[in-house]
């Protein structure tokens, strides 16, 4: 059946039966309630046809007793009259009600222009923080903001949601208005806490006067302390109370000082002795290195360069390279631990290398006889990565044995790339270990570019890795370049990473170049 329509301007009831054309079907008062099957309040709209005027409209479904449904049953309420409604709540003088829908436009507000028309957000440019408020509003928050108005000054707005449809209402006021009966308290208030603080003021001097006399002795005193003086005079204290105390304890502390200044001479002098010795080490370190690089005399086509950088006064990397009959016998390793334990475990390390070059030419069995006499006594159970090798000057032959090391960088004149190595175990694990040897041949200009994981461990201040990938990607640029100006590089790469942060690891860099 067509809808009814009801008017209650005033006490008098008006009907009105719309003609069969209304199509209240697609209104969302008829449709949306239909299908919530559940009380539903409609958006704002203006009903062409119906109550020619702007309204929202609370519908509830009907049902038949089998639970069929058969219409709605609506009540619709004029905007304007709910803007009188608003308008008639005791509030301050120059306070005002506004109402906004669910997507932010006014359904309420003293300015008639703005209803159904205009949205909170198409104010925002006149009245700066006015969207910000919107927002709240709309997304159901209750609380109180401040914005500028141009005409009126600072306002405040104390906004909440409207339960059920989804709506939310403000009331905007001069922030004046707040504070104008509180200006005359705040001055009371203000001219009080002034007398209180002047009165404050005038004790604390007094007090302070009193107890300062002494106190400023005791600064002269510690001043005496401070350059040396530990017997200096303290100032006589006639009754117990907290400046006697007070020279109680300073009396401790000069007596504390004096024992823990002996003590110091003595701990000073054992670490002056300490560190003499951990010099003397390094210097021993140091001199166990290869002191001058090829050109070698008998090998005058292979280059090499090496540089070590213990992360303490000693540390536990080596590194050594050895020319003899046309052949040129190298090594690389690191200690496990760091140290003056690693530092002597190193020098035997390499101790044992030059013992096996007069024994075998083999690699594989130099590295399995420093491997067994490495593992026969070993209580720390320490152990040894290195990586070892046999380069023919004359053919670029190179015959190698991996113990556990970083695969070297085989640098060429248009890539570089990790030589294919096999892990094996590192040295001192475990005795009678079968090491297997490797070979390939060096070309011209040609280079093996060998490290210690000091390399690729690195840290920076973010404790992000060096790594493999930026070492080989540091290596493509190297082609045919001198081993000195490889290792330079490759170390510039790394203190550009690591931008200051503390080295935490021996970093050991070795690079051999067959010359062809």
Not at 124 to 134: A, F, N, Q, T, V
Not at 168 to 194: N, Q, T
Not at 370 to 385: G, H, I, K, Y
């Amino acid at each position: 059946m067509p809808r009814m329509f009801i008017k209650m301007p005033s006490d008098t009831l008006y009907f009105s039966m719309l003609d069969q054309q209304y199509d209240y079907f697609d209104h969302e008062w008829y449709a949306d309630t239909k299908e919530l099957d559940k009380p539903h309040w409609s958006n704002p709209y203006l009903d062409v046809g119906g109550g020619g005027f702007e309204m929202t409209t609370y519908s509830v479904p009907i049902h038949d007793r089998q639970g069929v449904f058969r219409g709605v049953l609506t009540a619709d309420i004029s905007l304007d009259w709910l803007g009188e409604i608003m308008s008639e709540v005791e509030m301050t003088e120059s306070a005002t009600v506004y109402m906004l829908s669910e997507d932010g436009t006014f359904l309420v507000s003293p300015r008639k222009e703005l209803v159904m028309r205009k949205t909170i957000f198409d104010l925002e440019k006149d009245y700066p923080r006015l969207g910000e408020i919107g927002r709240k509003m709309l997304a159901g928050e209750n609380g109180t903001s401040s914005f500028r108005d141009p005409d009126h000054g600072s306002m405040m707005a104390f906004y909440g949601p409207i339960p059920k449809n989804g709506w939310s209402m403000a009331i905007v006021c001069p922030i004046r208005e707040f504070f104008d009966g509180l200006i005359s308290v705040f001055y009371a208030v203000s001219v009080l806490e002034i007398l209180g603080l002047v009165l404050i003021t005038f004790v604390c001097y007094l007090v302070l006067r009193r107890l300062l006399k002494p106190l400023r002795k005791f600064a002269q005193s510690a001043d005496e302390v401070a350059e040396g003086n530990l017997h200096a005079e303290l100032p006589e204290i006639g009754e117990k109370n907290e400046l006697w105390s007070l020279k109680s304890s300073f009396e401790t502390m000069q007596n504390s000082l004096e024992q823990q200044m002996e003590q110091l001479k003595v701990v000073n002098e054992a670490n002056g002795r300490i560190e003499g010795e951990l010099q003397s080490a390094r210097a021993i370190q140091e001199s166990m290195l290869p002191k001058a690089l090829p050109p070698f005399p008998d090998c005058p086509n292979v280059a090499c360069s090496g540089s070590l950088t213990p992360a303490k006064e000693v540390g536990g990397d080596l590194y050594d390279v050895f020319a003899y009959s046309g052949k040129v016998f190298f090594c690389i390793g690191d200690v496990s631990g760091k140290g003056v334990p690693a530092s002597l475990l190193m020098a035997v390390t390499r101790s044992l290398f030059h013992t096996m070059l007069n024994r075998t030419d083999r690699v594989s069995d130099m590295v399995s006889q420093m491997n067994d006499a490495l593992s026969e006594s070993n209580p720390q159970c320490m152990f040894v990565t290195l990586f070892a090798g046999i380069l023919d000057a004359k053919t670029g032959k190179l015959h190698y044995c991996n113990a556990g090391h970083n695969a070297p960088l085989l640098i060429q004149k248009t890539h570089a790339e990790f030589l294919k190595v096999i892990p094996n175990l590192p040295l001192g694990v475990m005795h009678n270990w079968q090491f297997e040897e490797q070979e390939t041949t060096l070309s011209k200009r040609d280079s093996l570019f060998l490290y210690t994981d000091g390399l690729t461990e690195a840290e920076n201040q973010e404790k992000e890795l060096f790594g493999e990938n930026r070492a080989l990607h540091q290596a493509q640029n190297f082609g045919t370049a001198d081993t000195q100006t490889q290792i330079g590089k490759m170390s510039a790469a790394v203190a550009q990473f690591v931008a200051g942060a503390p080295q935490s690891d021996d970093l050991t860099l070795l690079s051999i170049q067959y010359l062809g």
